[in-house]
């Protein structure tokens, strides 16, 4: 009897590169004999493994990008709608989850969002069992093929790891005929899941070892690279204090059978797993051509802070994808042209939903981690450390909190009377209550910013609205999944919490970081402060370097919960300057931002999610996070 295979597509399917790598096996039902019929037909197998990846670029598919503390969505709007506040607001529940990551059987709440990654995870499993039967297929092809199905095994692990922890090993097809404590198995140890995703890294690594990066066709897919790249960044979560001797959390956290299911014993041997993985993923990028970004429309820049505002603006707008900055990229236009429509400044009154609607925008939190042009905290740069940062500067017409900001600031974020690019030109933003990109005074309209800022990292100049035909065109760009910066902030992390210093490959790298954007190098800045700080100083530096960089990728969601540093930042009540203030001297005036709920952050709770009650009814081994 023919086995049968339901392939369910993911909406976005175009989630990969463009040409022939958009050819999915169709919607409905396909045998198993039909799917390695042919090579050919294979490769459309292999194209549908892709869209079980959560597309992380969208704020209403999954936590990561609006449940930190970097980028926001406006007061407005139910949770149906921004499923992200159910993680600010302590709305998650075993019978209720707006992320259908670990059970995907079901369709409510409304606005839940089902990826299912063990169904991804079993159809990976199909085409390593029978690639290499696939008649007259190349054993380096069923070995590339075999490599990327790996590779997503792992990465759809870890998805898992890092929303619900400890999980279920999935190392094989399940025979249907197995005995009953054969199917339903207990979550295996962190550690151990952490040892067979890293372990399952390195085989995707092994099999691609052809792919270090690929070509414009094939853009998106796996390679040797991002293999070596996210197991690194596994390592550097494994040795983290939330899952490293994390007596306060989880002590009493065990099977049914009373198995541990994380380590109560700090090893510091992890953070040495992790330096390692990092170095052998940077060598590996490097001598491949991957290299930090630097854009060709900086080269005209008059001052260094100019050119490095162009090369951090520049790349994440630009096609990157795979070739030089980014490890591993996703072109899902659903998120990107999300990201552009409701990111963009308004440009035009009255009020409408045509067009650019202000609602994804940097938290005031966001604007006050950058650094000033020195590459210092603002309390820490002679410079500015004497100068309220909230103070109206009438000569620049707007605070001194957006006057001495480094250049990473000025490429991210759009401020009232800042330069700001969009539907092909340049003008001044004007944030004011009844101006243009303002709140239009009316609390019920929901496309207002919440902050009085303006999203500007993912915002290209070309990006436009025709408000004659009602008509969009969107930037087509790729969205960073991991990218070469992040491994070199994560090794000099890596470096200080196993050494308890920076080397010099550390601050090589940190330097790196910092040159592409304009910043002086680490000691130069902070000679002008009395040196480099020590200690827990230097481990809040280096958090901050990471953040700085990373910020509004998605990124900060996981650090604040890996540092165990949730609890605090999310539990605060974020900021925003007074929306309804028509004049500077009203504008400015440091507020609460208004929320549409109530921040509930509960410790140890919602660093992960609940493991779905409608789960545990069916498989009795499984036991349910701490808190629910």
């Not at 095994?153 to 005929?177: E, F, K, N, S």
């Not at 085989?203 to 792919?211: E, I, K, M, N, Q």
């Not at 939330?242 to 956290?253: K, M, P, S, V």
């Amino acid at each position: 009897m023919k086995k049968i295979i339901s392939i369910l597509l993911f909406a976005c399917a175009g989630a990969l590169a463009a040409c022939d790598f958009l050819d999915v096996v169709p919607e409905g039902q396909a045998t198993q004999e039909d799917i390695f019929k042919t090579s050919k037909e294979a490769r459309k197998y292999l194209n549908t493994l892709y869209t079980y990846a959560p597309n992380i670029a969208a704020y209403r598919y999954m936590p990561d990008f609006c449940a930190g503390d970097d980028i926001i969505t406006a007061t407005n709007g139910q949770t149906r709608y921004f499923p992200y506040k159910s993680m600010l607001y302590n709305e998650e529940n075993a019978s209720q989850t707006y992320y259908g990551l670990w059970d995907a059987t079901t369709s409510s709440p409304s606005g839940r969002t089902n990826y299912d990654m063990y169904k991804g995870i079993r159809y990976c499993y199909i085409m390593i069992d029978n690639i290499d039967a696939v008649p007259g297929i190349s054993p380096s092809v069923a070995d590339e093929f075999k490599g990327e199905a790996y590779f997503l095994i792992a990465y759809y692990h870890w998805v898992l790891l890092t929303h619900y922890g400890p999980v279920i090993l999935v190392r094989g097809q399940l025979d249907m005929g197995l005995p009953e404590e054969q199917v339903y198995v207990a979550r295996s140890p962190f550690d151990e899941c952490v040892t067979f995703i890293a372990e399952t890294y390195d085989r995707a690594a092994d099999l691609l070892h052809g792919y270090p990066t690929r070509p414009d066709a094939d853009l998106g897919r796996a390679t040797s690279v991002a293999a070596k790249a996210m197991k690194a960044r596994l390592l550097l979560y494994a040795a983290s204090p939330l899952c490293n001797g994390n007596t306060e959390f989880y002590a009493r956290f065990r099977n049914n059978d009373g198995t541990p299911l994380m380590s109560q014993t700090y090893n510091p041997e992890k953070w040495k797993w992790a330096l390692d993985a990092c170095q052998e993923a940077i060598t590996l990028a490097e001598d491949n051509g991957h290299r930090l970004y630097e854009s060709p429309n900086a080269t005209a820049a008059a001052t260094a802070a100019e050119r490095g505002e162009i090369n951090y603006h520049d790349c994440f707008v630009e096609p990157l994808w795979n070739t030089t900055e980014y490890l591993w990229a996703m072109g899902d236009q659903t998120g990107i042209e999300h990201l552009q429509r409701y990111g963009g400044a308004r440009l035009k009154l009255p009020y409408s939903t045509d067009g650019f609607c202000i609602n994804i925008v940097p938290t005031f939190e966001c604007v006050e981690m950058y650094y000033t042009h020195n590459g210092l905290p603002w309390d820490r740069d002679p410079e500015t450390m004497h100068i309220d940062p909230y103070a109206y500067n009438a000569e620049k017409e707007t605070v001194n909190l957006h006057v001495y900001k480094e250049p990473r600031f000025y490429a991210s974020v759009g401020y009232d009377r800042g330069k700001y690019a969009i539907n092909g030109e340049e003008f001044i933003l004007k944030c004011r209550a009844g101006e243009m990109q303002g709140s239009v005074l009316d609390a019920s309209k929901e496309y207002q910013s919440c902050t009085g800022y303006i999203l500007k990292k993912w915002i290209h100049r070309q990006s436009a609205f025709n408000y004659d035909t009602k008509s969009w065109t969107y930037r087509k760009y790729a969205y960073p999944y991991i990218r070469l910066a992040e491994l070199y902030l994560s090794y000099a992390e890596a470096d200080f919490e196993y050494n308890g210093s920076l080397s010099d490959a550390s601050l090589n790298y940190l330097n790196l970081v910092r040159r592409r954007s304009g910043l002086p190098d680490f000691k130069d800045s902070w000679a002008l402060a009395g040196g480099i700080p020590t200690g827990d100083e230097l481990r809040k530096v280096l958090h901050r370097e990471r953040s700085i960089e990373l910020l509004m990728e998605g990124m900060r969601y996981h650090d604040l919960r890996r540092w165990k540093e949730a609890g605090e930042a999310m539990s605060r009540r974020p900021k925003a300057w007074n929306l309804d203030g028509r004049t500077a001297a009203d504008f400015y005036r440091v507020s609460t931002m208004k929320e549409s709920g109530v921040r509930t952050f509960e410790s140890p709770k919602t660093y992960w999610m609940a493991i779905p009650l409608s789960e545990i009814n069916i498989n009795y081994n499984l036991a349910q996070n701490p808190g629910y």
